[in-house]
């Protein structure tokens, strides 16, 4: 089953996105300064990048 | 008078990462471990006198003053799935954990250019032996992060053939005597065997083509311990200018990655028609205990820098060392260590 996890934008920034928990997936946020955060109030409106 | 054999001291540390450098973590945020190593983490006092001072009448020392408080430890390991998803939270520093059990916690370095802390998640380290009545030793250094951490693969059946070393290092704080811990039951560990091991190097499975001897590979912080003393770092005891200063950070410095194998030499080997074209690629090792339990680094960009051709038991053999490289998509190293355990670093 593919995992999901809730990642915010570096420096603060407003912007999350749901994506897939996969090394290939998360490698290029996390260099990016994205980091892992709780899933937003009303996570339905939250837009899915599952290949960013 | 009964002798204390080193087999009874007791290690935990933390699970869970600190609040901040200098606030020590409770037995409920803690796991407990054997270890391979006999060294204790011993702290370490540093002191200055008064000898070269004027107005004494004489060129001896009259007085004694505590400077600075030192900490270091290093944890040796079979390696597990539960100590090396540990290793890499703590000693990567950036943690995403997904998965509701087995959970995963996929690692990269920090990177402060892009917002990331300079600083590596903070963790107490506690040693008794004997607690209680009987008491030998009770003791708890605050504010540890992980310098380094080594895994070695060789070849044969034993524990020994997969192992782990993780080097500590600390802010100095210690509290020396009744920390109040009651350590926890020892953690169950899913052990990674030598013989679970998939790697693919720039191209070649060598697991497959049943070549591999023996790999290590490691990360080192070069953590910048003398930048930890900074006017109003701390003292051992706070509020007291007697008990001697401690770091209040503890900042990575110019961080690398190592990866070395050795591999049977065969017609076709391409190791060293790679390091002569300086062909980049990815290195990717896994280590399983089962489905649910496995750790997995893969260095984004490697290429060959020293390929000697040897002996390993009077069987040719191709030693290579390898230069782990930052790819501009992906980063240097991503480590993946999947465990039944929750809450690791977080």
Redesign the interface.
């Known amino acids: 089953m593919t995992e999901f996890v809730y990642m915010r934008a570096p420096w603060g920034g407003a912007e999350v996105r749901r994506v897939e928990a996969t090394p290939e997936v998360l490698s290029p946020l996390m260099i990016s300064g994205w980091t892992q955060c709780d899933p937003p109030a009303n996570a339905e409106e939250v837009t899915t990048h599952v290949h960013d | 008078m009964s002798t204390t054999r080193l087999q009874e001291v007791l290690v935990c540390f933390g699970k869970k990462k600190q609040s901040d450098i200098a606030t020590a973590q409770t037995a409920a945020d803690m796991w407990r471990f054997s270890k391979i190593n006999a060294a204790l983490a011993n702290p370490k006092l540093a002191t200055e006198n008064d000898a070269e001072e004027y107005g004494k009448g004489h060129e001896f020392p009259t007085a004694t003053f505590k400077t600075a408080w030192d900490v270091s430890a290093t944890l040796e390991k079979y390696l597990s799935a539960e100590i090396g998803a540990w290793a890499v939270c703590f000693g990567l520093g ?6 509701a059990g087995p959970f ?1 916690y ?1 690692c ?2 920090l ?1 402060p250019s ?3 802390a300079a600083e590596l998640p903070y963790l107490s380290y506690v040693e008794q032996i004997r607690p209680g009545a009987g008491v030998v030793l009770d003791r708890q250094a605050v504010g540890l992060a992980v310098e380094g951490f080594q895994i070695t693969v060789g070849s044969g059946p034993g524990r020994a053939n997969s192992k782990i070393s993780v080097e500590l290092v600390g802010s100095g704080k210690v509290i020396d005597s009744a920390t109040g811990i009651t350590v926890p039951a020892a953690t169950t560990e899913k052990l990674l065997p030598s013989a679970s091991l998939t790697l693919s190097i720039n191209g070649i499975d060598y697991v497959t083509n049943k070549n591999i001897v023996s790999l290590e590979t490691g990360w080192k912080n070069n953590i910048r311990m003398d930048a930890g003393f900074f006017p109003g770092s701390g003292f051992q005891t706070a509020g007291d200018g007697s008990t001697g200063a401690i770091r209040g950070r503890l900042e990575f410095g110019n961080r690398a990655g190592n990866l070395k194998f050795v591999a049977r030499f065969m017609n076709g080997s391409d190791e060293y028609t790679k390091l002569k074209a300086q062909t980049s690629g990815t290195a990717v090792i896994t280590l399983a205990y089962d489905a649910n339990n496995s750790l ?1 680094l ?1 260095w ?1 960009k490697i290429t060959y820098s020293v390929v000697e051709i040897a002996e390993t038991d009077q069987v040719l053999t191709v030693s290579v060392e390898c230069l782990p490289m930052y790819d501009s ?3 240097i190293l ?1 480590a ?1 260590g999947k465990t039944t355990v929750d809450a690791i670093c977080q």
Do not use: R
Not at chain 2, 94 to 99: H, M
């Open positions: 950036k943690v995403v954990k997904s998965g995963v996929t990269t370095p990177i892009a917002g990331d997995q893969t984004q998509t992906n980063g991503t993946v």
